[in-house]
């Protein structure tokens, strides 16, 4: 469920939040008080999540990654860190996520070095 209300982190101004949807990514809601925009605001944080080693399939994996894109947009995270593994599934949410940076729903991705089999995700700039 999302958070009801999201505070601007440079000012401190509340305001309700607003519903996400992937359609809808990167949300835009600019602060009543300071003008800036409270969705492109972060707090350093990088949300990790194992969407590969569960018996997960493809498909359910894609469905993991759209659900962890709107959760570190809910929340304050400047990134996500994405356990995927080294076969199938690795190169299908890469593939995933480049169609996502091209549509400027993320803002870049890369493997998380020296391990293949997690892709660190830039959500907001630092």
Not at 45 to 73: F, P, V
Not at 100 to 117: C, V
């Amino acid at each position: 469920m999302p958070p009801r209300n999201r505070q601007c982190l440079h000012c401190g101004m509340p305001m309700p939040a607003v519903a996400l949807h992937m359609d809808n990514l990167p949300p835009v809601l600019p602060c009543r008080k300071c003008d800036h925009n409270v969705y492109q605001q972060h707090d350093g944080s990088c949300l990790t999540s194992d969407i590969a080693h569960n018996r997960e399939t493809i498909d359910k994996a894609l469905h993991k990654l759209d659900a962890l894109l709107l959760e570190g947009w809910q929340g304050y995270y400047e990134s996500i860190r994405l356990i995927v593994g080294g076969g199938l599934i690795r190169e299908q949410i890469l593939g995933q996520l480049h169609y996502y940076q091209k549509q400027h729903r993320l803002l870049s991705f890369k493997e998380d070095s020296p391990n293949r089999g997690a892709i660190l995700v830039r959500l907001r700039a630092a």
